[in-house]
């Protein structure tokens, strides 16, 4: 039996296992997938140990950075955006990818953004580079990243240069006059974004939150108030576990459908407990 985990700290309200446990059962594997807390001082050792009986694993924050120079071997995109999201073992080697890109892509597309001219992205962490990643795969060769702390952005500044992005950074107290960008990015965790809620301008055409619980945030719902075209972190998170899956088990197309109703049911159960 091959087994997967997800790895972060803390890790309790994973989504994680739900997605990738539908995915096997729908593919007929008898494959473990479990959320194991892990901080990044103990990501090393944990890397080390893995056997044959491993198949991969699905990197949370705050790992998605530190994970990077403890792999075999990365993709160009983990090399451009500097996270990796996903381990796959193959004949001993971790190979890391950064499938997370691939996911807000395709909830982009989902809801009809193809084409991205200018975006705004909230936040400079980890998620922040992939946004970058996504949009330029988008068309969009400029950004502004609104920072809380404009002193931690060298790691986005050298993630934009990789990725031919021109990169601007504007202070938070600045982020108002920013949200009319054609895309606006929330890649920020829950509750960081919220006091931007009512400063929300009517002429910004679509809001990526990558929150998904809760949903819908207050910046999300004002967003959609606003007649703003407004996309879920679900929908993100769907498809980049979806690329892990495929990935990982070596069965494409994985079966998004699937994991989506896991998912949509999970999140319902949950708000009714």
């Avoid at 972060?8 to 994680?16: D, F, H, M, V």
């Avoid at 001993?92 to 001219?117: I, W, Y």
């Avoid at 108002?176 to 920020?188: F, K, W």
Wanted: with cysteine; proline share 7%.
């Amino acid at each position: 039996m091959r087994q997967l985990a997800v790895l972060g700290s803390p890790i309790t309200q994973a989504l994680s296992p739900v997605l990738h446990r539908a995915a096997y059962r729908a593919l007929g594997l008898d494959w473990t997938y479990r959320a194991i807390d892990c901080a990044p001082d103990q990501l090393a050792p944990f890397l080390a140990d893995m056997d044959d009986r491993w198949a991969g694993l699905s990197l949370t924050m705050p790992l998605k950075r530190a994970a990077v120079p403890l792999l075999d071997e990365v993709s160009p995109l983990v090399q451009a955006t500097g996270t990796a999201n996903t381990v796959t073992r193959r004949g001993g080697r971790l190979l890391g990818e950064n499938t997370d890109v691939d996911g807000m892509v395709q909830a982009l597309r989902e809801a009809g953004v193809h084409h991205v001219e200018s975006v705004c992205v909230l936040g400079a962490g980890a998620t922040a580079a992939t946004a970058l990643a996504a949009v330029h795969r988008l068309g969009c060769t400029t950004a502004t990243a609104v920072a809380r702390d404009p002193g931690r952005t060298g790691e986005l500044g050298r993630a934009a240069e990789r990725l031919g992005i021109a990169l601007c950074i504007g202070s938070w107290d600045a982020a108002p006059r920013h949200l009319e960008a054609g895309l606006v990015v929330s890649a920020l965790p829950p509750g960081a974004a919220d006091r931007l809620a009512p400063l929300w301008p009517a002429a910004a055409d679509t809001l990526l939150d990558v929150v998904y619980r809760p949903w819908p945030t207050p910046i999300a719902r004002a967003a959609r108030e606003a007649g703003t075209t407004v996309v879920g972190g679900l929908p993100m998170l769907v498809h980049q576990a979806a690329r892990q899956v495929e990935l990982q088990t070596g069965h494409t197309p994985a079966p998004l459908a699937a994991m989506r109703r896991a998912a949509e049911l999970a999140l319902t159960s949950s708000q009714h407990r």
